[in-house]
């Protein structure tokens, strides 16, 4: 695992140790001292901590104007002990939301895992994007079954046409303009 680096292909658009809005800003990061684990195994150093043990993520673009923050994920989301999702979004969301954004594009391939405990946290992220979404992209399928036998689909937006986006190809205003159309097709906006 300590070779899957977040993805950099969009560091000439943005990088959020850079931007004065971000939680991230002025983190300092070493190319060689690995400090963060999942299961014991050590994670490559360009991944952000926001107070979980096993769950990871880094901010690969967030665009303040058009309100939409893309947000990667590795390790293991753990709701179950770890209460993952309430330090996602106290550490991390509140902050953001702050900012104006409320449409959340999370890739999840790199999510080995979900353990859920009970919505409240969803149904309050939910509620606090009013006219925004929160769009879950490329989550491995027993994930998503996972996420759904918690009724946690009421509240992400995920499967379907999310799961089959070559996301790595597009740009970051070309992913959230194609997300954007489902999510209107979606809750038919």
């Known amino acids: 695992m300590h070779d899957i680096e977040p993805y950099y292909n969009w560091r000439d658009y943005y990088i959020a140790s850079e931007d004065k809005l971000s939680p991230f800003y002025n983190r300092e990061y070493s190319e060689f001292y690995f400090d963060k684990t999942v299961y014991n195994y050590y994670i490559h150093p360009q991944w952000d901590s926001f107070g979980s043990n096993t769950l990871y993520l880094k901010v690969l673009f967030a665009d303040y104007t058009r309100g939409y923050c893309i947000i990667e994920l590795i390790g293991e989301w753990n709701d179950c002990i770890n209460n993952d999702i309430m330090l996602l979004k106290r550490e991390l969301l509140e902050d953001i ?14 999510v080995l895992n979900f353990h859920g405990s009970d919505d409240s946290y969803y149904e309050e992220w939910y509620q606090e994007v009013e006219d ?23 509240y992400l937006n995920l499967g379907g046409e999310l799961d089959e986006l070559n996301w790595r190809a597009l740009k970051p205003m070309q992913l959230f303009k194609n997300i954007d159309t489902l999510m209107t097709k979606r809750l038919g906006m």
Do not use: C, P, T
Request: hydrophobic residues 45%; negative net charge; aromatic residues 10%.
């Open 97 to 110: 939301m702050a900012e104006r954004i409320n449409k959340f594009i999370l890739i999840g391939e790199n």
């Open 132 to 154: 925004g979404w929160i769009a879950l992209v490329n989550f491995r399928e027993h994930v998503i079954q996972e996420m759904k036998s918690h009724n946690l689909d009421y």
